[in-house]
C-alpha cells in the first residue's frame, strides 16, 4: 500500500470509529456489532504501525476507555481509578508475579478475583452514608449516576458505622435476565455491559428501579491503615457490601489453612496451583450466570503495593490475565525493528497474511528480545497467533520449526535508522542516539499533539516538512525556526504560515503541568506531574536539582511514585541532551514553574454564600477540579450540576450542556480571566 493511499485509509477509518465510540462509550447504543468495530479497529492498529509517522495523536487508537458523557453531571475522583495491564498467557503472568517478588524483595501472596465484564462503579460513602457513586470516565473525573446507583438493592445506603471510604465494584445485568429484557426492545443491547451501562445513564432513576441490577464489590479506600487486601475484603464484606464468593488466595506462606477456614468458598493454595485454577476458572466460564473476560490478579500485601507503586496508566501491584481469543495458523515471513520517541527498539513480526475474527492480520508486534526467547522464534517458523481482548495480535507458540535452519532471532546491534548501537536497559532495547531520525521525528509529534502542548495548525504534515526540509532537528527548533521561511512552498501562503506563528506563541502560555509531561520523559506522564508538584518540586530547577543527588528516596518519598519511575526521572534529568532541551525552551519563553496565584489578604471568605460550578478547559487549571479547590478555600461550595442553587459557572472553552443550562436559568457565567481577578482582586 502506497504511503498516499493509507493516509486516506487513516483519515477515514478514525472518522468513523470517533464516531463509532461516542455511540459505544457514551450513548451505550453501538449501530456496528463488536466484530465489524473490531476488525475496523484493527486495521487502524495494522496500518499506524506499518506508517508510524501518518499516526495522529487523537487517533481512536489512543482514546480508547473513557465512558464519560456530555449528558450527565461530573464530578472529580478523589481515588485512583487507573485501567490495568494485561496478560494473556500463564507464561507472562508467571513472569510478572516472579517480577513483582523481584521488585519488592518480599515473599508475596496474590489474590485472585474475576473480571467482570460490567459497568465500572466507584461509590463514595461520607460518616457512613452513601454520598456519591460516580462511573469510572476518564479516571480522573467520572459522571454522577447515584440517583440511579440507589434503586439497586445490593448497594448499601447507609453503613454499620459512621465510616469514611470509596469503594470499587462492577455493575452488571445476570445473563438469563439479560436475555429475557433484552427480547422485549425494539433496539436491543448488544451484551448485558452495554444494557448495564446504558440503565445507569437514564434520565429518570424510577426507570432504573425495574432493571435488576446487581454489583459486586472488589476494592475498598479506608481512611484508616489496612495491611492487606485480604483485609480490605473482610472488611467490605463487614460492612455489607456485596462480594463475589469465587475468590482465588495462592502464596507461598504458610497461613493457608486459616484463610481456608474463614473463606470456604474461597480456592486457597500455594503459587504452583494458581496455573490450575485459572484452568478451571476458564473452563467455568461457559456456565456463569455473568459474563467474564478474565481474572484480576493483585499483591495482597499493601506495603508490597506502595513500594511497587504506578505508572499514569495502571498500578504495578495489579494485572489482568484475559482470556485467550480464538487462533490461527501462519508463517513468519520477516522481522523488523521499529524505534519510538524514547528510542525503544519494538520488534515486528511480518507473517504471511491469515485471517483472524473478521480481520486480515500481517504484522505482530513482538514486544522484546525476551518475548521472541521464550517463544524460540525464528524466520520461517510456522505459528500460532491470537488477537488478545479480540484486538490486539500476537504470537503464542511456535508450531513448527523453520526447514532453513533460522535460530531464534535477534535484535540487531545496530539501529536501522541511524546505524547507532543498540543497547539493552531492563527488559527492552535502545537506540543510544537521541539525535536519531526515528526519535526525533516522535519526540517532536508527541511534543506538539493535542493531549500534550496543543501546538495548533502543526498537523502531521506540516511536521514531516518541517523535519524533511531540515527546519526543525528537535522540540527546541519549534520555537526557533522562522515560519516566514515556508513562503512559496506549496499549501504555505501567508495566512497558513500567520496560523503557524499563532499557534506557536499561544503554546508559550501553557503551563508547567502540561509543558513537564510533553518533554516525553518515560514514566512522567500527567499524573506523575500532578504528584511531584503537589510533593513541592513547582519548577524544574528544583527537579534538576533532585536528579543530581542521585537518591532515588527523594521521589519514592511520595505516595504514588515507584522506584522505577524515580531511577528513570535521575536518569533522564541528568541527561546532557534532556538538559539542553530544557535550557534552549526556557529561552524560547517556555514556563517552567508552577504558578502561585498570589492572593492579596482577601477576604475571609470571597466566595461566602456562592455555589460554584466549573464546565469547558482551562490554561491555568489543569485537572479544572484546581479550580474548584480555590472555590472551596475561600468560603464557596461546589457542585458536580448546574441546578437552581447554582450562583456561578466558570466556562472555558470546550463547554457544552452545562453552559446552556446556565443560561437559560440565569446564572452568572465567568471566564478564566475574570476568575482569576476574583483570586487576585488588587492585580491590574
Not at 366 to 394: C, F, T, W
Not at 615 to 636: I, N, Q, Y
Amino acid at each position: 500500500m502506497t504511503r498516499e493511499r493509507a493516509k486516506e485509509e487513516i483519515e477515514e477509518l478514525s472518522r468513523r470509529l470517533i464516531s463509532y465510540q461516542h455511540e459505544y462509550y457514551v450513548l451505550n447504543r453501538p449501530s456496528i456489532s463488536d466484530l465489524e468495530y473490531d476488525r475496523m479497529l484493527e486495521r487502524l492498529l495494522n496500518l499506524e504501525k506499518q506508517f508510524p509517522d501518518l499516526e495522529y495523536p487523537d487517533s481512536p487508537t489512543q482514546r480508547i476507555g473513557s465512558d464519560l458523557s456530555q449528558e450527565l453531571p461530573e464530578a472529580p475522583h478523589t481515588i485512583p481509578v487507573l485501567s490495568l495491564d494485561k496478560v494473556y498467557s500463564e507464561a507472562e503472568l508467571s513472569s510478572w508475579i516472579e517480577k513483582s517478588v523481584r521488585n519488592t524483595g518480599s515473599e508475596l501472596s496474590f489474590i485472585l478475583e474475576e473480571k467482570i465484564d460490567g459497568s465500572s462503579i466507584v461509590l463514595y460513602y461520607e460518616s457512613g452514608l452513601l454520598t456519591r457513586a460516580l462511573t469510572r470516565g476518564n479516571g480522573l473525573v467520572g459522571n454522577d449516576v447515584t440517583r440511579n446507583v440507589k434503586t439497586i438493592g445490593a448497594v448499601p445506603l447507609r453503613l454499620p458505622g459512621a465510616v469514611d471510604l470509596a469503594v470499587r465494584g462492577e455493575i452488571f445485568l445476570p445473563l438469563k435476565l439479560f436475555h429475557e429484557l433484552n427480547s422485549r426492545l425494539e433496539a436491543p443491547y448488544a451484551n448485558p455491559r452495554n444494557f448495564a451501562s446504558g440503565a445507569l445513564r437514564r434520565v429518570k432513576s424510577s426507570e432504573v428501579a425495574g432493571i435488576p441490577l446487581d454489583i459486586l464489590v472488589y476494592e475498598g479506600y479506608f481512611s484508616s491503615p489496612v495491611s492487606t487486601h485480604l483485609e480490605i475484603l473482610e472488611e467490605l464484606d463487614r460492612l455489607g457490601f456485596k462480594l463475589n464468593p469465587r475468590v482465588g488466595f495462592f502464596s507461598g506462606k504458610d497461613n493457608l489453612k486459616t484463610i481456608r477456614d474463614n473463606h470456604p468458598t474461597w480456592q486457597v493454595g500455594n503459587l504452583e496451583d494458581l496455573p490450575s485454577y485459572i484452568r478451571t476458572i476458564r473452563q467455568q466460564r461457559a456456565s456463569l450466570d455473568y459474563e467474564i473476560d478474565g481474572l484480576v490478579v493483585k499483591v495482597n500485601e499493601i506495603e508490597a503495593r506502595e513500594k511497587l507503586g504506578f505508572t499514569g496508566h495502571h498500578p504495578r501491584w495489579a494485572i489482568a490475565f484475559k482470556f485467550e481469543a480464538p487462533e490461527a495458523v501462519t508463517r513468519v515471513e520477516n522481522i523488523e525493528v521499529q524505534v519510538g520517541r524514547t528510542g525503544r527498539v519494538t520488534p515486528v513480526a511480518r507473517v504471511k497474511p491469515v485471517k483472524l475474527s473478521g480481520s486480515t492480520i500481517s504484522n505482530i508486534t513482538l514486544h522484546n528480545q525476551d518475548y521472541i526467547d521464550m517463544l524460540e522464534l525464528a524466520l520461517g517458523d510456522r505459528v500460532s497467533i491470537s488477537k488478545r481482548g479480540d484486538v490486539i495480535p500476537a504470537v503464542e507458540r511456535v508450531l513448527e520449526k523453520n526447514e532453513e535452519g533460522n535460530t531464534t532471532w535477534n535484535i540487531p546491534p545496530n539501529c536501522p535508522g541511524c546505524k547507532s548501537l543498540i543497547s539493552r536497559l531492563g527488559a527492552h532495547h535502545f537506540c543510544v542516539n537521541p539525535d536519531c531520525p526515528d526519535q526525533v521525528r516522535g519526540r517532536i509529534a508527541f511534543f506538539a499533539a493535542r493531549g500534550q502542548m496543543d501546538i495548533e495548525n502543526l498537523g502531521s504534515e506540516t511536521l514531516d516538512l518541517l523535519i524533511d526540509r531540515g527546519f526543525v532537528r528537535d522540540v527546541q527548533d519549534l520555537y526557533r525556526f522562522n515560519p516566514d521561511d515556508l513562503l512559496g512552498l506549496q499549501g504555505f501562503g501567508e495566512k497558513k504560515v500567520a496560523l503557524i506563528k499563532a499557534g506557536l506563541k499561544k503554546s508559550k502560555h501553557q503551563p508547567y503541568r502540561v509543558v513537564l509531561p510533553s518533554l516525553g520523559i518515560p514514566e512522567v506522564g500527567q499524573k506523575a506531574v500532578e504528584l511531584l508538584i503537589e510533593a513541592g518540586f513547582r519548577d524544574i530547577d528544583s527537579l534538576l536539582n533532585a536528579a543530581d543527588k542521585q537518591d532515588p528516596y527523594l521521589f519514592t518519598a511520595i505516595h504514588g511514585i515507584g522506584e522505577r519511575t524515580a531511577l528513570t526521572l535521575i536518569r533522564e534529568l541528568s541527561s546532557p541532551e534532556v538538559r539542553h532541551r530544557i535550557e534552549e525552551l526556557k529561552k524560547a519563553g517556555l514556563c517552567f514553574s508552577e504558578e502561585v496565584l498570589p492572593v492579596s489578604e482577601p477576604p475571609e471568605a470571597v466566595f461566602s454564600g456562592q455555589t460554584w460550578c466549573v464546565t469547558g478547559s482551562f490554561t491555568h487549571f489543569k485537572p479544572r477540579e484546581l479550580a474548584m479547590e480555590e472555590v472551596k478555600r475561600l468560603g464557596g461550595r461546589v457542585s458536580s450540576s448546574v441546578t437552581g442553587k447554582i450562583t456561578h459557572l466558570l466556562a472555558g472553552p470546550g463547554a457544552g450542556s452545562k453552559l446552556d443550562r446556565a443560561r437559560s436559568l440565569g446564572v452568572q457565567v465567568v471566564s478564566e480571566e475574570e476568575f482569576l481577578k476574583l483570586l487576585n482582586p488588587t492585580s491590574k
